[in-house]
Nanobody, 114 residues
């Protein structure tokens, strides 16, 4: 059974920070690159960041230098540290394998607004 549970979202002012977490079932986490994705209002879901099983990260240009992805294999947890947040980062954030599997979690809402 695939399980992906995202948490850590909230309302933050521009320039603020949030740290997202994703608890993933071991069957996904142990053998796959993992990624963060987001879907903003009226937009399609887009890829944000990925981390390989060897912990090598890659970022979308829109978040490079502001977001940091990491993983804890001991707890099957994926993280996304988000700094210098902008209103354009407002979205529901999801984690999944990279490339994504068909099953998605409920996501966590991030709202950047003053």
């Amino acid at each position: 059974q695939v399980q992906l549970v995202e948490s850590g979202g909230g309302l933050v002012q521009p320039g603020g920070s949030l740290r997202l977490s994703c608890a993933a079932s071991g069957s996904i986490f142990s053998f796959n690159a993992m990624g963060w994705y987001r879907q903003g209002p009226g937009k399609e879901r887009e890829w944000v960041a990925l981390i390989t099983s060897g912990s090598s990260p890659t970022y979308a240009d829109s978040v490079k230098g502001r977001f940091t992805i990491s993983r804890d294999s001991a707890s099957n947890t994926l993280y996304l540290q988000m700094n210098s947040l902008k209103p354009g980062d407002t979205a529901v954030y999801y984690c999944n394998a990279f490339p994504p599997l068909g099953h998605w979690g409920q996501g966590t809402q991030v709202t950047v607004s003053s």
